[in-house]
């Protein structure tokens, strides 16, 4: 069953990075994330310009918070940074966005204590064993219900 889901991840990052790519081509006029050199815009471009509506959680001068489309469980917010520079993944993080990460894991723990005041697990997806399917960093507040382990 776990080989069944990971073909799954690898089956939606492969469409959404083809998504992507064409998405780059018609909207090439964006000043957005692929102007860092890491790579096409990403869905997140288009919510962070306000092309594509999304529900805000919260808003700062470095991160962005919304809801997800299509949630995992009652509650999953994704926390991004609203400038990626390069940052499409946290293996990818260079020492100089030490500062952002932390910010990153803060605003997560604040969004998921006020969401979920039961608990909440926060989740990074990175590459493709991962299931990573937008090269823009983000972090998964997941909760509003009893999550279980081991997560996948």
């Known amino acids: 069953m776990q080989d069944d889901e990971v073909s799954k991840a690898k089956a939606a ?17 964006l000043s957005s994330s692929h102007q860092d050199g ?11 310009s306000g092309e594509w509506p999304t529900d805000k959680v919260y808003e700062d001068e470095k991160a962005f918070a919304f809801r997800d489309v299509n949630p995992q469980a009652p509650v999953h917010i994704l926390v991004i940074p609203k400038h990626r520079d390069g940052l499409v993944s946290l293996s990818k993080a260079r020492e100089d966005q030490k500062e952002l990460l932390g910010h990153l894991m803060y605003v997560a723990q604040e969004v998921g204590k006020q969401e979920c005041p039961n608990g909440f697990r926060i989740v ?13 960093l983000h972090l998964h507040v997941l ?7 081991p997560p996948g």
């Open 13 to 29: 990052a492969a469409a959404t990075s083809q998504q992507q790519q064409q998405q780059q081509q018609q909207s090439s006029s």
């Open 143 to 149: 909760g509003g219900r009893q999550m279980r382990w």
């Open 124 to 136: 990074i997806n990175d590459g493709e064993h991962g299931a990573q399917s937008v090269y823009h």
């Open 38 to 48: 890491a790579g096409p815009n990403t869905v997140f471009d288009k919510l962070l």
